[in-house]
């Protein structure tokens, strides 16, 4: 099973470029065209990011920096320690339904000081990839075609992303441990 | 909600370092901070633009729709309140393929697109819909096959094997979205129990 897991990591991407242009060369697609058509809008979409990531950066460098962060994860500490969750991350699974950007910038924190090939650095990798951000999604889509009571909606999100959480790290711990 | 957070950081990390005297930190953490999230902007230039490219690819070729067709039977089993030849149902599945393959940028059309047509489906227009509670929990835990952004920044931070989580985020992502509809299918029932006073009238 957690070979698997190790496989499918390691195979995914190769199989994805190879297969993707191949069965659109056999669909008579102009490949090289149409990536260079597409690969265009990646520029615009780094870019646009930059506000986002820069504000979210600065605020959470500034928490922690100051020793805020360390505070509020010395009171969870006690009680996460007994069920195995490293303080650290517990900031990404409060941050992650509420903003993208704030969780990945806390991500990026994370990665920075821990290393990415920490455990911690492979959880909040996995955290941050699983789920997106609840809020957003509801918040567009709902606001789109003028729902105001989402119902159920939220509580079924939040449950979604809090097993998600838990799953990414105890994924980690069997696959990378 | 995001604005308040912003603000706490902010307010909290000065406020902490001013007690603690160490206040200079919070000046040299403005700095850092800005810089890397420039830096992890340029360092997700190139694998955007690579992925962009190879998904322009899928696009042109029509793995898209060949992938929403596979769908079919999963969203009729998703969304029994939805006739199956009801426009709703295409952009749905639309909306799942593109998800699938990490095209926010197309999922987010195509899902306000099926979010329109449910809408008119919906006895009240201010409420969400069962159906539409469905669609909005397969997005919020939408299941993601190469999580690019997060590759992208291990990369820049020198990873000895940067889609090492390739694995372990599909295998997540697929507990997320199991929750998410096994939770949407408990509150659905729930919901059902009541009978909704605008089917009386």
Redesign the interface.
């Known amino acids: 099973m957690y070979q ?7 195979w ?2 190769p199989v ?2 190879v297969f ?2 191949l ?2 060369a056999y ?1 008579k ?1 102009p ?1 090289y065209e ?10 615009d ?3 646009r ?2 506000p986002h ?16 962060m360390d ?1 509020l994860i010395g009171l969870a500490r006690p009680l996460l320690d007994k069920v195995g969750i490293p303080g650290e991350v517990l900031p990404l699974g409060i ?1 992650r ?3 993208g950007a ?1 969780s ?2 806390y ?3 994370l ?2 000081q821990f ?3 920490s455990m911690i ?2 959880m909040a ?11 957003y ?2 918040t ?3 606001g ?10 939220l ?3 939040l ?3 809090a ?2 959480f838990l ?2 790290i105890a ?2 711990y069997l ?2 441990s | 909600m995001v604005n308040w957070i912003w603000l706490f950081f902010i307010l909290a990390g000065f406020i902490v370092a001013a007690i603690q005297g160490n206040i200079e930190a919070v000046t040299q953490a403005v700095f850092d901070g800005a810089k890397t999230g420039v830096s992890v902007c340029i360092g997700l230039v190139s694998i955007l633009v690579f992925w962009l490219g190879i998904m322009r690819i899928a696009e042109d070729a029509g793995l898209l729709k060949r992938i929403a067709r596979l769908l079919r039977p999963l969203v009729r089993l998703l969304f029994p309140s939805v006739p199956p030849d009801h426009p709703a149902i295409g952009y749905i599945m639309s909306n799942m393929s593109a998800n699938i393959l990490g095209l926010g940028n197309a999922a987010t059309p195509m899902g306000i697109k099926a979010m329109e047509e449910l809408q008119k489906l919906n006895p009240d227009k201010e409420k969400a819909s069962p159906a539409m509670a469905t669609l909005l929990a397969i997005n919020t835990a939408s299941i993601t096959l190469i999580p690019t952004t997060i590759i992208a920044i291990r990369m820049n931070y020198n990873s000895a094997s940067p889609a090492e989580i390739v694995g372990t985020t599909l295998l997540a992502t697929a507990v997320a979205t199991a929750a998410a509809i096994l939770a949407d299918m408990w509150y659905r029932r729930k919901h059902n129990r009541l009978p909704p006073p605008s089917e009386r009238g």
């Open positions: 698997l897991v190790s496989i499918i990591s390691a995914a991407i994805l470029i993707i242009p069965y659109a669909k697609v490949v149409a990536f260079t058509e597409g690969a265009k809008g990646g520029f979409t780094a870019i990011i930059i990531l820069v504000g979210m950066m600065v605020a959470i460098s500034v928490f922690r920096a100051s020793g805020a505070m941050l339904p509420i903003t704030g990945l910038a991500t990026t924190d990665i920075a290393g990415p090939d650095g492979r990798s996995t955290i941050q990839g699983s789920t997106d951000t609840t809020l999604v509801i567009v889509y709902f789109a075609v003028g729902i105001r009571k989402a119902g159920y909606a509580k079924v999100g449950i979604s992303d097993v998600g799953a990414a994924i980690c696959v990378f």
